[in-house]
């Protein structure tokens, strides 16, 4: 019954909360300059060209009334159809191609789900890479605060949070790939090009999961279950795997729950400067392109996945710890 209460509850948070980003993200990019319709047409195209386009499209309607009609279209599921690509989901750099192909044009969820392995698989990579760096690091630093472990984890979180990732990507692409031609840089043929901006994305991770993990560990191992172990004939070892990492493991799992929502939001520049063509690239080319089907439907695609991604953490989390309210 508490799940049942709990979910539903939750569910009701996310609905609001996608509501909202929605309604923010519509607004916001009608009232930023420029116009669509002429951007489809051409910027030499006549007045009422662009006017009929606008109406073809729905742009000439007040936008209360259009987002009404978008409400009642996402409703049932129908993220909208791209402004500019055609159904072949062929135009990463643009908007040329006739009007019998403009009348073919995407669907937004489809060009979007096209994406989403890419993104997926870019995120898997780095958070793996992330965690093999971060937890032994994270627990080192956490059973000898204000030793030298914990010295060297901060010193090397502070590295990593201190270093952009758009200057990390480049030298990078310069010493792996150009240089020593170890892994391929631009582009997608196969899991190797996922490597480098793998990479670049794990050490912007890896702070939060080693400042989490070493703060966590610290304040479970001063805790008197665990200073009692030893009269109770448990060994370190034992103590530390079953018993501190088991209760340091919550936190660590809802920082996890945030960064893979933040990691599925298509990782904007990293996506960009690899030209690695997941959900980030397609959002550039889409904001480029001034597609607001396109950047409405990836903004509430994420905000659905977040709210998802942070429901099934949340259930982790008390499956690991009963003692948890939310």
Request: aromatic share 8%; net charge positive.
């Amino acid at each position: 019954m508490f799940v049942l209460s709990f979910l539903s509850r939750r569910l009701l948070q996310g609905i609001l909360i996608i509501l909202l980003v929605t309604f923010l993200i519509f607004t916001l990019l009608r009232v930023v300059p420029g116009d669509p319709a002429r951007l489809i047409v051409g910027g030499m195209a006549p007045d009422a060209v662009v006017a009929m386009k606008a109406k073809e499209l729905g742009l000439d309607q007040p936008m209360p009334m259009q987002f009404l009609a978008y409400l009642g279209k996402l409703a049932t599921g129908n993220l909208g159809t791209s402004f500019v690509r055609p159904k072949s989901g062929a135009s990463l750099g643009g908007a040329a191609f006739d009007d019998d192909t403009r009348a073919e044009r995407a669907k937004v969820l489809d060009l979007i789900l096209a994406t989403l392995p890419m993104t997926l698989q870019l995120a898997a990579v780095a958070l793996a890479l992330a965690l093999s760096v971060a937890v032994p690091l994270g627990l080192a630093g956490g059973l000898y605060p204000g030793r030298w472990p914990d010295r060297l984890a901060l010193a090397f979180g502070s590295i990593c949070v201190s270093t952009p990732n758009f200057w990390l990507g480049i030298v990078l692409t310069l010493l792996l790939s150009v240089k020593l031609k170890l892994l391929p840089a631009i582009g997608y043929r196969g899991l190797s090009y996922t490597i480098l901006p793998a990479i670049v994305l794990a050490v912007e991770i890896v702070p939060f999961i080693l400042r989490t993990l070493t703060v966590s560990i610290a304040s479970v191992m001063r805790e008197d279950f665990i200073l009692l172990a030893p009269i109770r004939g448990l060994s370190r070892s034992r103590t530390i795997f079953s018993h501190a990492l088991g209760n340091s493991a919550v936190p660590l799992i809802n920082l996890l729950g945030v960064q893979l929502g933040t990691l599925l939001g298509g990782v904007l520049v990293i996506e960009f400067i690899f030209d690695y063509p997941g959900l980030g690239l397609l959002t550039i080319n889409a904001v480029l392109q001034r597609d607001f089907p396109l950047i409405q439907g990836i903004a509430v695609f994420i905000s659905v996945m977040f709210v998802l991604i942070n429901v099934l953490v949340d259930l982790i989390a008390m499956t690991i710890d009963p003692r948890l309210e939310y």
